[in-house]
């Protein structure tokens, strides 16, 4: 699977322009589905069929949109003002890299030259206003040929594997997720389920609403990526939690308090199984299962995470094994729906 | 059974958002000799049916409270918690907390925090352990607390203070509606006693959905404006009645239901104010943009104190707002 999951990592996806990554993932997904469909707010939801006939009783989700940035403006020189598409740290952003639009242009997110600026500016990160993309167009002519306004812009990060076990890449929030769902559609499964990979989860988890509402499941898992802040001088309790621990399955986050049993059901088999686990030690971040829970009548719904430092950042970091236990206990989770029903 | 009885039941029981067993099993218990019909949903909440061949009115309670939940526990056997709903550190500081398994606590600040800034994150819980396998023993990360304050009132008043009158008074009032109304009442009934309110109004948001009513009308508390100092976002007072919503900052009101149950107080002699909240949302959020959209208002128990661990409310306003809600529920309404 860790193949997949750098192949994903290397689309671009940014919210509300992920047709790469949903092409990519439908081709894959296409010789294994019972039916496969693009929804008005850009899903892709498949469905396949497995061994009990369950329907829509469960569905799975995971986000394929990543964060990124929109050109805003083109000023007068060719340089590109713009905004972020999701929560991105300005302080991770500035001299990095990006491409723009299908063609891919290159550009540079710049600032202001350290000599002009002053001592109380020094002590404060730039606002967004007052960064831009170089692309280096010679002047607005020259850039609008290359890119418009409205123009998405990913950043660049190829994936590699480092460390002891870890991946480096940009965009494993939720390419992973991806990963998992496309290896279970190539198995056969002990129930009917429905994958969803969402649209812009980044923006404020828009796209679930979408899905779940037409899917209308009973139990939704969501296969997600979590902060990890397991940093020097980081107190343990604000640490969240870890690359290399497992899974770490959710009871609360800013967004969702999961449903109890099923938080319960997902952390025995981890047990049980021998396999690694672990839980978010502090209350923060939110994902699609807030939108599904609420969905019409109320969905119950559970969220399994890898561990990722620098999450939103060009250069994010989790733990091969952990992908690989994700996939496992996902895997034990649709035995143990198919047998409570 | 009064309703000052009933607030002492239902603080017995442990409910803060998205862990509400304790309190729905005793609210079950409760509403069973009234109820013609009753389930909970899938996110946990109780409604109770009463059938009747009108238009559908749907009263919503939230039955969750405020509380804690447990992060991490440190190697020296304290508890880091997050919050259930709107904590504020300051106002919970050296509080004792208990949890479902009956273990308590106290809520303590970090020595080295500022007290102007506080963030719960530099607070711990103190449960006594003297390690973190002790503490293990005891508690796992996720489990819940809530405040473990007294109930009082001073005698031949009719001020009670107590925690979690936000929002058990309001469960309290919809008990004793369920208990007073008639065998055969006009309107189809709908008594939902939500969960997790205090997160966000996502129960009620689902139940209304399943309900699919006609009508709603959220019973809750509401700010005062009657305290030395006070900052005036709201518009009530203690003892000067039940307090019509107008509008909070979830919904505003719709004017037929205003209007009603204006008119009901006339009628039948009720005192009444109305509820202008600047902050704070109700279940009326959820429920008014529900579907196609339900005619929502709001009764409101004016309450001081809100989600500390002594909050406040005059008795005789509650009655009010339960002789509105009497009134309403039984009140010939325009089929939508």
């Known amino acids: 699977m860790l193949e997949l999951v750098k192949e994903l990592c290397a689309l671009n996806g940014v919210s509300g322009a992920e047709e790469e990554v949903r092409d990519f993932i439908r081709a894959k997904a296409a010789p294994y589905a019972d039916s496969i469909r693009t929804d008005a707010l850009g899903n892709l939801i498949v469905y396949k069929k497995g061994k009990k006939p369950t329907g829509n009783k469960v569905l799975l989700a995971a ?44 550009g540079i997110i710049g600032l202001k030259a350290i000599h002009l600026v002053s001592r109380e500016e020094e002590k404060k990160v730039p606002k967004t206003d007052s960064l831009y993309i170089d692309i280096g167009a010679k002047d607005k002519e020259a850039a609008e040929q290359l890119v418009e306004l409205g123009t998405y812009g990913a950043f660049v990060g190829t994936p590699e594997e480092f460390g002891t076990g870890l991946l480096k890449a940009k965009a494993i929030d939720d390419r992973v997720g991806c990963a998992v769902m496309l290896e279970l559609l190539k198995e ?11 649209a812009q989860e980044e923006v404020g988890t828009r796209g679930a609403f979408g899905a779940a509402f037409s899917v209308t499941p009973e139990v939704a898992l969501v296969l997600e990526t979590t902060t990890a802040a397991d940093l020097p001088g980081v107190e343990d309790h604000r640490k969240v939690c870890a690359p290399g621990k497992g899974p770490v399955i959710s009871y609360m986050d800013g967004g969702t308090i999961y449903d109890r049993e099923l938080f319960e059901t997902l952390r025995d088999l981890a047990e049980d199984n021998h396999i690694p686990w672990q839980t978010k030690e502090y209350i923060a971040g939110g994902n699609d299962a807030r939108t599904i829970q609420r969905s019409k ?3 119950r719904v559970a969220a399994m995470s890898a561990a990722v430092r620098y999450l939103h950042a060009p250069a994010s970091v989790g733990s091969t094994a952990d992908f690989a236990d994700m996939l496992r206990l996902t895997r034990l989770f649709l035995d143990r729906m198919a047998e409570s029903c | 059974m009064e309703l000052i009885e009933l607030i002492e039941t239902l603080n017995t029981a442990h409910g803060p958002s998205g862990d509400e067993g304790g309190v729905r099993a005793v609210m079950e218990h409760l509403a069973k000799p009234y109820a013609d019909e009753m389930t909970a949903d899938t996110l946990g909440n109780l409604i109770v049916r009463k059938k009747g061949s009108g238009p559908k009115v749907m009263f919503a309670a939230h039955m969750d409270s405020i509380g804690f939940i447990v992060t991490h526990i440190e ?57 973190e396998e002790e503490a293990k023993k005891l508690v796992r990360v996720g489990d819940t607390a809530v405040y473990d304050t007294a109930v009082f009132i001073n005698g031949g008043g009719s001020q009670v203070f107590s925690p979690y009158l936000d929002n058990r008074i309001s469960c309290a009032i919809l008990l004793s509606v369920l208990e007073r109304l008639p065998a055969h009442c006009p309107n189809d009934l709908y008594f939902v006693f939500t969960v997790q309110e205090e997160v966000g109004l996502r129960g009620s948001r689902t139940a209304a959905f399943g309900v699919d009513p006609d009508y709603g009308v959220a019973v809750d508390v509401t700010d005062v404006d009657d305290t030395p100092g006070s900052e005036k976002s709201g518009t009530t007072q203690l003892g000067k009645g039940a307090a019509i919503k107008v509008m909070d900052s979830s919904v505003i009101c719709h004017p037929a239901v205003v209007a009603k149950l204006e008119e009901l107080a006339r009628e039948e002699n009720i005192p009444v104010q109305r509820d202008i909240l600047r902050a704070g949302g109700t279940d009326a959020g959820a429920i008014h943009i529900t579907r196609s959209g339900v005619r929502t208002g709001g009764i409101s128990v004016p309450c001081r104190y809100i989600h500390t661990p002594a909050e406040a409310v005059d008795l005789t306003d509650a009655l009010a707002c339960a002789d509105l809600a009497l009134a309403f529920a039984q009140a010939e309404l325009e089929e939508c």
Do not use: Q, W
Request: proline content about 5%.
């Open chain 1, 297 to 299: 009548k109320g969905i």
């Open chain 1, 63 to 106: 986000h394929m949109d990543e964060v990124g940035v929109i050109v805003t403006k083109i000023t007068d020189e060719g340089f590109l003002k713009f905004d972020f598409v999701g929560g991105v740290d300005r302080r991770v952003a500035i001299g990095k890299p990006v491409v723009l639009g299908e063609k891919k242009v290159p």
């Open chain 1, 188 to 198: 056969d499964l002990p129930l009917d389920v429905t994958f969803a990979f969402t």
């Open chain 2, 75 to 131: 190697k020296e056997g304290f508890l880091r918690v997050g919050r259930l709903g709107g904590v504020s550190p300051k106002e919970v500081i050296y509080t004792p907390v208990r949890f479902k398994n009956g273990l308590r606590g106290v809520v303590v600040p970090e020595e080295k925090a500022d007290f102007g800034k506080l963030k719960l994150d530099e607070c711990f819980l103190d449960i006594g352990a003297r390690s």
